[in-house]
Nanobody
Framework: QVRLVESGGGLVQPGGSTRLSCVVS????????????VSWYRQAPGKQRELVAL???????TYADFVKGRFTISRDNAQNMVNLQMSSLNNEDTATYYC???????WGQGTQVTVSS
């Protein structure tokens, strides 16, 4: 069984920054993790879950238009970790953020980010 656990987030002031992390553990080898794409999604109340950023195993990145230039996805293969550095946050970034292994239905429990003064 593979487990994804997100952390970070919390209450952030508009214009502020925060960093999310996702640790992948369980029955996934280091090789398998390195060979997988990883992504971050978010879901705001009453809205559908949407892609925020994706990082392929080759290092190629894809960002949603609404986060381009503000968010950066990265990974630490040695720690089976995926990160999302978020800056210039605004109220519309308020959501629960989830990490995902691309091509799977493997999701974490999510971590809440609330942008508010």
């Amino acid at each position: 069984q593979v487990r994804l656990v997100e952390s970070g987030g919390g209450l952030v002031q508009p214009g502020g920054s925060t960093r999310l992390s996702c640790v992948v553990s369980g029955s996934i080898s280091a090789t398998a993790f390195r060979s997988a794409g990883v992504s971050w999604y978010r879901q705001a109340p009453g809205k559908q879950r949407e892609l925020v950023a994706l990082l392929s195993y080759t290092g190629a990145t894809t960002y949603a238009d609404f986060v381009k230039g503000r968010f950066t996805i990265s990974r630490d293969n040695a720690q089976n970790m995926v990160n999302l550095q978020m800056s210039s946050l605004n109220n519309e970034d308020t959501a629960t953020y989830y990490c995902n292994i691309v091509g799977t239905q493997l999701w974490g429990q999510g971590t809440q980010v609330t942008v508010s003064s």
